[in-house]
């Protein structure tokens, strides 16, 4: 790596001598982060067991090989013979010393706060998986769903249901009745955890009506457990509300014993089914299991975000996204403290998540670049006297990064001291293939370098390698946190990542490397417009816009041309000081052929007051483009904001 004026910020002695990445460099007997780098693409099986040895994975039998790829690399199987469980690693094992750390800390909207202990959340675990088994009946392998906000019980549900041997399937808490109803009734869910309610933006939303109507459509669901405001007991469990369906209040949980055996797993046995949206189709049902989740995800949280025992982690997400489940597992796996909040991060006043850092001493938040261009718009603001010394580090995750939100983040909230912690992965991958390493130089808007492990590439449409030119995002060896097919859809699977080249795992991003091997993202490649034979990525022309100084927020689609094949429309939010004109239009078309060349100007400026977002905020271009083009709309069950497609104008 050079030493290029262009690198943002710098690891300090501390962090090359006593992070987590730095002391397992050295546990390797490795000269640099380069040689184990190489060495662990070289030789899979001794990474992955030194991986687990360093982070004392607690196996209840150990593995007799490391993995077994006979049956094809996109079988591979991991951790063979070994017998594990989840959630021993994320509480008994954390008994033997941490009983009194704490593990979870939670806030709601409305402010009300909670604090658990390692041994309290055990307690409360075993009492949910006590009532799931004895009053539910939920067996080992069943399906549960969980449709919850983001509050303590939720992270106790989903460990309550792993620790039974049985297989959890998180669901978004903004979904309606149908994409609940599709997601359980595609997995065959035998019962479904939710809550009475949750507030967002001081409103109400019943989340049980939700949930009954949904699973009023699934054929294998015989229960439903409420948590939230009491009912009669006798008179819920008789109540036929949902065709048969028994309805369980709470207090069965209150009830039950505070002790429970956790089941003994196979290492490639099924813990979660985690559903995605594709850009057509049904949701995709990602498979992910004990043994594998566990190890990956417990090293990217122990060498990427270098959680180390007084950290507060802090990832602003949702249960239905992967990186609940992601931090849950690592954080706890590692001994760590998590915080969770269920509410808008900019409500009642614009300054709530700074207050939230500074109020529980947060050392590394998740934040994505959609929501800080969300926050951008109230300027600094909000800020004001928040101290926000605590933080030592971002992450971010879902999308690509623009230049201006990336440097008013890392300038202005984290005074230039704090690194932006950029992944790339997905929820098939269980996790990520780029990380930015704190151990390393980081430039802007990088995601950094492959990770440990991972053997990545960058491919043009003959599959050959290239730099310093956008390609496809490829991976050319197994990885313990792959998805084992997708559920009920192996033939989708192998046709969706495997059949592009042989054995080559083609992810769907956009990517390139520069000279000095650092990575960026381009965006979705089905998100590609091409123009007269040039591909180009929306987030370039999106970047571009955000430099003008009236767009708040852009998104780019390609629609037909019949000169150029594709041309470009963009739909622009601008800030609160202008107001949208025919110049302005003009003035930002301009802006974008002066910065990208003339032939990539767009077509057309569209002002809107609203963008398709998801609730972990990437954007939606295929929803766009398909309302602007008069097509169908497919799966719009993740947006966040479905009101946002009312304004999207019709090309015709």
Same mark, same amino acid.
């Given at each position: 790596?050079?030493?290029?004026?262009?690198?943002?910020?710098?690891?300090?002695?501390?962090?090359?001598?006593?992070?987590?990445?730095?002391?397992?460099?050295?546990?390797?007997?490795?000269?640099?982060?380069?040689?184990?780098?190489?060495?662990?693409?070289?030789?899979?099986?001794?990474?992955?067991?030194?991986?687990?040895?360093?982070?004392?994975?607690?196996?209840?039998?150990?593995?007799?090989?490391?993995?077994?790829?006979?049956?094809?690399?996109?079988?591979?199987?991991?951790?063979?013979?070994?017998?594990?469980?989840?959630?021993?690693?994320?509480?008994?094992?954390?008994?033997?010393?941490?009983?009194?750390?704490?593990?979870?800390?939670?806030?709601?909207?409305?402010?009300?706060?909670?604090?658990?202990?390692?041994?309290?959340?055990?307690? @409360?675990?075993?009492?949910?998986?006590?009532?799931?088994?004895?009053?539910?009946?939920?067996?080992?392998?069943?399906?549960?769903?969980?449709?919850?906000?983001?509050?303590?019980?939720?992270?106790?549900?989903?460990?309550?249901?792993?620790?039974?041997?049985?297989?959890?399937?998180?669901?978004?808490?903004?979904?309606?009745?149908?994409?609940?109803?599709?997601?359980?009734?595609?997995?065959?869910?035998?019962?479904?955890?939710?809550?009475?309610?949750?507030?967002?933006?001081?409103?109400?939303?019943?989340?049980?009506?939700?949930?009954?109507?949904?699973?009023?459509?699934?054929?294998?669901?015989?229960?439903?457990?409420?948590?939230?405001?009491?009912?009669?007991?006798?008179?819920?469990?008789?109540?036929?509300?949902?065709?048969?369906?028994?309805?369980?209040?709470?207090?069965?949980?209150?009830?039950?014993?505070?002790?429970?055996?956790?089941?003994?797993?196979?290492?490639?046995?099924?813990?979660?089914?985690?559903?995605?949206?594709?850009?057509?189709?049904?949701?995709?049902?990602?498979?992910?299991?004990?043994?594998?989740?566990?190890?990956?995800?417990?090293?990217?949280?122990?060498?990427?975000?270098?959680?180390?025992?007084?950290?507060?982690?802090?990832?602003?997400?949702?249960?239905?996204?992967?990186?609940?489940?992601?931090?849950?597992?690592?954080?706890?796996?590692?001994?760590?403290?998590?915080?969770?909040?269920?509410?808008?991060?900019?409500?009642?006043?614009?300054?709530?998540?700074?207050?939230?850092?500074?109020?529980?001493?947060?050392?590394?938040?998740? @934040?994505?670049?959609?929501?800080?261009?969300?926050?951008?718009?109230?300027?600094?603001?909000?800020?004001?006297?928040?101290?926000?010394?605590?933080?030592?580090?971002?992450?971010?995750?879902?999308?690509?990064?623009?230049?201006?939100?990336?440097?008013?983040?890392?300038?202005?909230?984290?005074?230039?001291?704090?690194?932006?912690?950029?992944?790339?992965?997905?929820?098939?991958?269980?996790?990520?293939?780029?990380?930015?390493?704190?151990?390393?130089? @980081?430039?802007?808007?990088?995601?950094?370098?492959?990770?440990?492990?991972?053997?990545?590439?960058?491919?043009?449409?003959?599959?050959?390698?290239?730099?310093?030119?956008?390609?496809?995002?490829?991976?050319?060896?197994?990885?313990?946190?792959?998805?084992?097919?997708?559920?009920?859809?192996?033939?989708?699977?192998?046709?969706?990542?495997?059949?592009?080249?042989?054995?080559?795992?083609?992810?769907?991003?956009?990517?390139?490397?520069?000279?000095?091997?650092?990575?960026?993202?381009?965006?979705?490649?089905?998100?590609?417009?091409?123009?007269?034979?040039?591909?180009?990525?929306?987030?370039?022309?999106?970047?571009?816009?955000?430099?003008?100084?009236?767009?708040?927020?852009?998104?780019?689609?390609?629609?037909?041309?019949?000169?150029?094949?594709?041309?470009?429309?963009?739909?622009?939010?601008?800030?609160?000081?202008?107001?949208?004109?025919?110049?302005?239009?003009?003035?930002?078309?301009?802006?974008?052929?002066?910065?990208?060349?003339?032939?990539?100007?767009?077509?057309?400026?569209?002002?809107?007051?609203?963008?398709?977002?998801?609730?972990?905020?990437?954007?939606?271009?295929?929803?766009?483009?398909?309302?602007?083009?008069?097509?169908?709309?497919?799966?719009?069950?993740?947006?966040?904001?479905?009101?946002?497609?009312?304004?999207?104008?019709?090309?015709?």
């Amino acid at each position: 790596m050079s030493n290029e004026s262009n690198f943002i910020w710098e690891p300090s002695d501390d962090i090359l001598k006593n992070s987590n990445l730095a002391r397992f460099i050295n546990y390797c007997g490795c000269k640099n982060f380069d040689d184990l780098r190489l060495r662990a693409i070289e030789d899979l099986e001794w990474f992955w067991n030194a991986v687990s040895c360093f982070l004392r994975i607690q196996w209840i039998k150990p593995y007799s090989r490391v993995m077994d790829s006979s049956e094809g690399i996109q079988w591979t199987k991991w951790f063979i013979d070994g017998k594990i469980n989840i959630a021993q690693n994320c509480l008994e094992k954390q008994q033997l010393n941490l009983s009194k750390k704490t593990a979870l800390i939670s806030e709601t909207e409305s402010g009300a706060t909670q604090t658990l202990t390692y041994s309290q959340l055990l307690t @409360i675990t075993n009492k949910i998986a006590n009532a799931l088994s004895n009053t539910l009946g939920v067996r080992k392998g069943d399906k549960i769903g969980i449709y919850m906000p983001l509050i303590q019980e939720a992270v106790a549900s989903f460990l309550a249901v792993i620790k039974l041997g049985a297989i959890v399937v998180p669901l978004f808490s903004g979904y309606g009745p149908e994409a609940i109803a599709t997601r359980l009734s595609d997995c065959d869910a035998v019962a479904l955890i939710t809550a009475e309610k949750f507030e967002r933006r001081g409103k109400t939303i019943s989340m049980r009506e939700t949930a009954l109507q949904g699973v009023r459509s699934v054929p294998s669901m015989r229960s439903v457990l409420v948590f939230g405001q009491s009912r009669d007991q006798e008179q819920a469990e008789n109540q036929d509300r949902t065709g048969g369906i028994r309805e369980f209040d709470w207090s069965i949980v209150e009830k039950s014993d505070s002790s429970r055996v956790t089941e003994e797993m196979d290492s490639e046995d099924p813990f979660m089914i985690i559903y995605t949206s594709g850009t057509t189709g049904k949701p995709k049902g990602a498979v992910h299991v004990h043994g594998g989740f566990l190890v990956k995800v417990a090293e990217e949280v122990s060498f990427q975000i270098d959680l180390r025992p007084d950290d507060v982690q802090f990832w602003i997400t949702d249960m239905g996204w992967i990186m609940a489940p992601w931090e849950i597992v690592g954080v706890l796996t590692l001994g760590g403290t998590l915080l969770i909040y269920d509410g808008a991060p900019d409500y009642p006043e614009p300054d709530r998540l700074w207050e939230i850092v500074d109020k529980f001493r947060v050392t590394s938040l998740g @934040i994505s670049p959609t929501l800080v261009r969300a926050l951008m718009k109230h300027g600094t603001a909000p800020l004001g006297d928040h101290k926000l010394t605590s933080l030592r580090k971002f992450g971010s995750t879902g999308e690509p990064w623009n230049p201006d939100p990336y440097l008013w983040l890392f300038e202005n909230v984290g005074k230039g001291r704090c690194p932006i912690v950029n992944l790339a992965g997905g929820t098939e991958v269980g996790a990520c293939f780029l990380s930015v390493h704190t151990i390393l130089p @980081i430039k802007t808007c990088s995601v950094g370098v492959p990770v440990l492990g991972i053997d990545a590439d960058v491919l043009d449409e003959r599959g050959n390698p290239v730099r310093g030119l956008t390609g496809e995002l490829a991976v050319k060896k197994p990885w313990p946190s792959m998805t084992r097919g997708l559920w009920k859809a192996n033939n989708r699977y192998i046709e969706t990542y495997w059949s592009r080249f042989p054995n080559v795992w083609i992810h769907g991003d956009w990517a390139s490397i520069d000279s000095d091997g650092y990575w960026y993202l381009h965006g979705r490649s089905d998100d590609t417009i091409k123009i007269a034979g040039k591909r180009l990525g929306p987030t370039e022309v999106e970047s571009v816009l955000s430099s003008h100084p009236s767009v708040l927020e852009s998104v780019a689609i390609g629609v037909p041309d019949e000169l150029k094949g594709e041309a470009i429309v963009c739909f622009v939010i601008l800030r609160p000081d202008f107001s949208p004109s025919d110049k302005l239009a003009t003035d930002l078309t301009d802006h974008v052929a002066n910065a990208l060349g003339r032939p990539l100007k767009p077509k057309r400026i569209e002002f809107v007051n609203s963008i398709p977002k998801t609730r972990n905020a990437k954007l939606v271009r295929r929803l766009v483009k398909a309302k602007y083009l008069n097509q169908p709309l497919g799966d719009t069950t993740n947006l966040e904001n479905p009101e946002s497609l009312k304004v999207i104008p019709s090309s015709s």
